[in-house]
């Protein structure tokens, strides 16, 4: 069950200021985003839990504090088509404002996760009065046409080694040539994110062991050369490495 | 070589009524989009001539008023990865607003166009002053988002015969059983858009045509069944046929 509360006095000039630097309130007066907030709540969802489904009537739109969401579809034959693991400091569920206030995909928390949710009308409201928060959420909507242009481009130029490898190189935090990591979620999720079965991402995870010496010990990542699993990834995309996608 | 034209005086009624009811400029006032206009061009490009590359300097954005453009990247290897195959009423070149006022990716005319070229500066210091250009802007960010995000689901999900057939039935003009139609654009600039290697297109081709009774001379292609051809397609799609995407 989750956990709902009101924002609280206290708490307050903790998450203006939080939203303040996020990619859609950066410079935006500060009445607006306190006007927001007024409205606003902070929820606890545990593991596994539904946000919201496809087609639900959209009141909210989410920030993400901290945890992962994963945002998905679902075909005809029941499979799920996931479109995004979002993380800290990532809002979805504001493009509903484009699609007649329906949300355009389902949404589950997919590690313990801290949301806090915001009013979708009042952003609607709020775009057609203040042209820089709706040039932020251009911005915002423009970083995410990027993101999946590349994710597309990895479908058609990668293979499923390659496509791991490169996950695993945009959770490296620097360049240096050693690297040991911890994944952000289970193994189970990241093949849901690549777009591949699990029996493919346990082949393509073997293979890119073979070939670029990375042990993997349960969430444990241990990368014996950046250069050696950028070299085995990079060459078939348009992106140089170190790359900033 | 390309020709280049201010829009002349007898013109620019027929060119404001086309940009109007364009998803940029829908709903907005007249004298805005003349201003547009006063700084616009409107130019004849033959096929396979180069409008800009990646990382140009951007001064423009382009309405097509007809012919097919490709957007494209290349990966470090050579190989091209086609982002888009634009046609009439499409916009493009725009986003470079949020990348520093460089192209994010290049295009080309992939057959005999005629493209309208406005000042980017203008929209830049426009959607500042006009928030309903900004919400239109959006409008068009969320169009390509959800474009995006489909082209993805269908590498994840469709085979590449499903993937060609998909591509023709959103050719299909109507739903009725029996269609004829003519392909916009050669065979080659159709695998590049569904992300294919020719010999992996030529094989599926082979398959849909066996599975689906389609029968394909040249630009041709005749369909016995639409229905036939959408249950083939279809099953694994997120979306239910007809589909609006």
Redesign the interface.
């Known amino acids: 069950m989750n956990n709902t509360q009101r924002i609280s006095a206290p708490d307050f000039a903790h998450y203006e200021e939080i939203l303040q630097s996020s990619i859609l309130f950066r410079d935006i007066k500060t009445e607006i985003v306190s006007e927001f907030m007024s409205m606003s709540s902070i929820i606890s969802y545990p593991k596994n839990s539904n946000i919201f489904n496809i087609d639900d009537k959209a009141d909210w739109f989410y920030f993400i504090i901290e945890g992962w969401v994963k945002t998905y ?5 029941g ?1 799920e ?1 996931v ?1 995004g693991i979002l993380g800290k400091n990532e809002i979805f569920g504001e ?1 509903a404002i ?2 007649n206030f329906l949300y ?1 995909f389902s949404a589950d928390i997919a590690e313990n996760a801290v949301l806090i949710r915001l009013p979708i009308g009042i952003l609607a409201k709020k ?6 928060l ?2 932020n ?3 915002h ?6 993101i ?2 590349k ?3 990895h ?3 990668q293979n499923a080694p390659q496509r791991i490898g490169c996950f695993l190189l945009n959770l490296c935090d620097s360049h240096t040539k050693k690297q040991s990591l911890n994944l952000p979620f289970d193994k189970t999720l990241i093949a849901l994110k690549l ?1 591949m079965k699990p029996e493919t991402f346990s082949r393509a995870l073997t293979k890119l062991k073979e070939e670029t010496g990375i042990i993997v010990n349960s969430r444990n990542v241990e990368i014996p050369s950046t250069q050696i699993l950028a070299k085995f990834c ?5 992106s ?1 490495y170190p790359c900033s996608d």
């Open positions: 579809r679902e075909t005809m034959d499979d088509v479109i493009n484009f699609e355009p775009i057609e009065q203040h042209p820089e709706s040039i959420l251009l911005r909507a423009n970083a995410k046409i990027s999946s242009h994710e597309n481009e479908h058609i130029v777009g990079c060459g078939t995309c348009s140089q």
